[in-house]
């Protein structure tokens, strides 16, 4: 069965402190892995897609990478506006979304 | 361009009763999925409708169902709620079935006592 792993599941760093949060899978045929924040109480936002390896996505702090077997979300000199959990999701072949559990990411001023 | 809607946002049922929840899609976007959402097992794929038609479904009993009008709104219904059932249900929205990108709207919480 197709699995997404995400790690670490939380995860405080100071403001600026610049860091990576990691998610590993395992599918066959993938067609897209995506990156979501999500904050309390509130639905997922998209952040970004990734469809081949070596590629890179960057969003103000935020730079995603793509390997053939995981993702990297690097956050360079957060802020505390950056405290969310961050999912990451893969897409195979039936076009089904497979989401992580979450990295919980604090910002501590 | 208002985004995705979910009523209502929070639902209070017992063990036994049933639920339906709504969501209205992005105007324009005609896919919509659900999803469970719990602590101990994170977002898991409920199914997705596109044009009315279920063209995914996930690994859930049948108590869970849903359907998708014409004007692409869809509704999923729970029956005979279990205590396990408590969840925040996510409804996300795409233009196609298959575009990349998913919207998603607020949730719904819903507690079974």
């Known amino acids: 069965e197709d699995q997404v792993t995400q790690s670490p599941e939380a995860l405080r760093l100071q403001e600026g402190e610049s860091s990576s949060l990691n998610c590993s899978y395992t599918v066959s045929g993938l067609r897209g892995l995506f990156w979501y924040r999500q904050d309390p109480g509130k639905g997922p936002e998209f952040l970004f897609t990734?469809?081949?390896a070596g590629e890179e996505k960057e969003k103000e702090r935020l730079k995603a990478t793509l390997t053939k077997k995981e993702s990297f979300l690097h956050i360079t000199a957060p802020k505390p506006e950056d405290s969310a959990t961050y999912l990451c999701?893969?897409?195979?072949?039936?076009?089904?979304?497979?989401f992580g559990t979450g990295t919980r990411l604090t910002i501590i001023p | 361009k208002a985004g995705v809607t979910q009523t209502p946002r929070y639902l209070i049922k017992t063990r036994g009763q049933q639920v339906t929840l709504s969501c209205s899609p992005i105007?324009?976007?005609?896919?919509v999925s659900w999803y469970q959402q719990t602590p101990g097992q994170g977002l898991q794929f409920l199914f997705e409708y596109f044009s009315e038609t279920q063209r995914n479904k996930g690994n859930f009993p049948g108590r869970f169902s849903g359907r998708q009008f014409s004007n692409s709104r869809s509704e999923m219904n729970v029956s005979t709620l279990e205590l396990g059932d408590s969840a925040l249900y996510l409804c996300?929205?795409?233009?196609?079935?298959?575009?990349?990108?998913?919207?998603f709207g607020p949730g719904t919480r819903l507690t079974v006592l």
């Open positions: 990734l469809y081949s």
């Open positions: 105007s324009g976007h005609r896919s």
């Open positions: 999701a893969v897409r195979e072949g039936n076009e089904k979304l497979t």
């Open positions: 996300a929205s795409t233009r196609t079935s298959g575009t990349p990108e998913q919207f």
